[in-house]
């Protein structure tokens, strides 16, 4: 079965500094990974996708992720927090066999502070 | 320009007073999802539909029910509101799979508060 792991529940970085937030996944396929981030009392919003196409994924406002299968990482990173960035990030895998069916991490706790 | 659609984004109901969360969208997707997201958790898969057929997750509570009666519209259905039950109700939509991007799409969400 596949699973993702995020390493850290809470990550605070400073305005202007580099995110890296990290995920682990376990699978037995080549695995369809996602990145989710979630403001406050909102839904979830795409922030970018792995489907075994090229290994480093650009997402939207400035993040992007690199898939390392020897790692079996897919950490999320982005080169300088902004304070709209805070919010929180679910690390996804779509589950082999399960139609559209998706995983979630537990979620990572982003802070931007000044 | 809100293609996922969630009514009402708050909800309020009484305990075991029957509550439908609704959700359309304008994807013109055939899949649709319903999670459940409890405070500081991660979304839980409760049922989905591919087209009108209906797939239950093994351990979602006989208390919640779904209706979709076209493309466009599914409803979410508490029987029965336990306390256990506030949550942020997350509706979704993709395409089938195969057929391309199969991203799932979401809604802003209905955060339900049972008094």
């Known amino acids: 079965a596949q699973s993702v792991t995020q390493l850290d529940s809470h990550v605070s970085v400073s305005e202007g500094t580099p995110v890296l937030l990290r995920c682990n996944y376990s699978?037995?396929?080549?695995?369809?990974l996602f990145w989710y981030v979630q403001h406050p009392n909102k839904g979830l919003q795409l922030l970018l996708k792995?489907?075994?196409?090229?290994?480093l994924v650009k997402g939207i406002n400035g993040f992007e992720a690199e898939f390392k299968k020897s790692e079996t990482s897919f950490h999320l990173t982005k080169p300088s927090a902004h304070m709209s960035d805070a919010a929180e990030y679910f690390c996804?895998?779509?589950?082999?066999?399960?139609?559209?069916?998706?995983?979630f991490g537990t979620g990572t706790q982003l802070k931007v502070e000044l | 320009d809100a293609m996922v659609i969630q009514n009402p984004r708050y909800q309020v109901t009484q305990f075991g007073k029957p509550v439908t969360l609704s959700c359309s969208q304008t994807?013109?997707?055939?899949?649709m999802y319903w999670y459940q997201q409890k405070s500081s958790q991660a979304p839980k898969l409760l049922f989905h539909?591919?087209?009108?057929?209906?797939?239950n997750e093994a351990d979602t509570p006989d208390n919640f029910q779904s209706r979709r009666p076209n493309t466009s519209f599914c409803f979410l259905d508490i029987r029965s509101p336990g306390l256990g039950d506030a949550a942020m109700y997350l509706c979704?939509?993709?395409?089938?799979?195969?057929?391309?991007?199969?991203?799932?799409?979401f809604g802003a969400g209905t955060r339900l508060s049972v008094l």
């Open positions: 979704a939509t993709s395409s089938l799979p195969g057929e391309g991007k199969n991203i799932q799409y």
């Open positions: 699978s037995s396929y080549s695995p369809s």
């Open positions: 792995y489907t075994s196409a090229a290994t």
């Open positions: 996804v895998v779509r589950v082999q066999g399960g139609g559209n069916k998706l995983t």
């Open positions: 994807l013109n997707h055939n899949v």
């Open positions: 539909y591919y087209d009108k057929d209906f797939n």
